[in-house]
């Protein structure tokens, strides 16, 4: 019984994103599984080297690359969204998985949990 959490939202300008990732992390430290999917605008979580001080957030790339330590169990990047974003693997933190194929993705998960 894994959870899929959604993020579509960009990483700064909004809470609902941070809220998700907080969800995603409190889930698994309860030992649920979860794991979360990144796609439109919120595939730039995923981008290296983020400077958030200029907003007065923490950084997204701080807390994504503890993902693992919490036990969150994949961290899932749309294909198409990256290419939308010019993200390309190279510039992607480390661990994420490219899914062409969303559906399946959304289907593969007993709870699907969208964050905007």
């Known amino acids: 019984m894994t ?8 990483p700064y300008g909004s809470w609902s994103g941070r809220e998700a990732l907080d969800m995603a992390f409190s889930l698994a430290a309860f030992d649920h599984p979860a794991a979360m999917l990144f796609t439109g605008p919120g595939v730039n979580w995923l981008r ?3 400077q958030p001080d200029g ?4 950084s997204a790339e ?9 036990g969150i169990e994949a961290l899932i990047a749309d294909e198409h969204a990256c290419q939308q974003y010019g993200l ?6 480390p661990g994420i998985e490219l ?7 959304l ?4 709870h699907v949990v969208f964050a905007g």
């Open 3 to 10: 959870t899929l959490i959604v993020i579509d939202q960009a």
């Open 62 to 70: 701080k807390n994504l690359s503890a993902a693992p330590l919490f």
């Open 48 to 50: 290296k080297g983020q």
């Open 55 to 58: 907003v007065g957030q923490k």
């Open 107 to 110: 289907s593969s998960h007993t």
């Open 99 to 105: 899914a062409s194929n969303i559906q399946n993705v």
């Open 88 to 93: 390309s693997e190279s510039a992607m933190l």
